[in-house]
């Protein structure tokens, strides 16, 4: 649409005081040298968002499919904003022909004030989440993956997704977060109960990971992992096993736990409840199941 703009953007080595202003405040999402640069996949994932956030409602309602040349659009403008270093208002007022067919000028200003004003929030967050991805050495589940992948900003509810699965990765790793986030953090009291849960190998005998060994804590019903894949699949997959439930009482499940991180039936008994309420609370797929 404005291949010509960029041609006749001023030079980079003359940045506008107001974009460094809009842009390069944020350190995060600046590189070593201390400039802010936007790869490729980043700017598709933003305009992606963009559309979801400002115009897939309508378009829906309109009966109408121009999620393909609106998110063109946006990327067009952004890179002006980016590449080109020109200021919204010029943008605006400038170049409103060049977008009249997809977007009205209302549009084009709503772009520009995502990009400066939201966006960053938003890029931050999945930047977070793909460091956990990469830091944590273990089989994720299938349903974490897709949340880490920037596929997720196919959906319109890809922030929320990307909050939901960075509240996962804490409440699974609490001793990670300190080193993961950047920030130090003191474990809580739930940290500690659920590091003591994974170092009982709660999560092997919850069904939750593979396992040899007896999975005696099913005798509290079904795994989160397994709640999570009835409510994704709108059905009931899995089911609490009976079975368990008459050979063995939670108080005997208690005893067979009992070990020198967890002493007594009543502290056994408190680790699986805190344990399990985080998973299920934490687990994405429920979240948003509650939500709607």
Partial sequence: LVASASAESPETSDVPERWLEAYASVPELLDRDG?????????????????????????????????????????????????????????????????????WKNDIWEVCRLDQQEWPRVWMKFKRLQHWHDSVNEQLPPHILTRCDPRVFDHDDAELSIKDTLDWFCAMW????????????????????????KAAKFDERLGFKDSFEQMTLQVFGISPKELGDNVENGKQIFRPNNDLEENAAPAEVYEVHRSETMRTVEEVEDTIRVYLAKLISTEPRVRNYVRK
């Fill in 35 to 103: 400039y802010r640069r936007w790869s490729e996949n980043e700017e598709e994932c933003e305009a992606k968002w963009i559309y979801h956030q400002a115009f897939a409602e309508d378009d829906l309602k309109a009966g109408e499919d121009k999620r393909e040349v609106k998110v063109g659009a946006i990327r067009e403008i952004l890179s002006m904003l980016h590449v080109g270093k020109y200021e919204p208002v010029v943008v605006v007022t400038q170049f409103e022909y060049a977008f009249a067919r997809v977007l």
């Fill in 174 to 197: 609490p001793e990670r977060v300190a080193v993961v986030e950047g920030v130090p953090k003191a474990l809580t009291s739930d940290g500690k109960r659920i590091l003591n849960a």
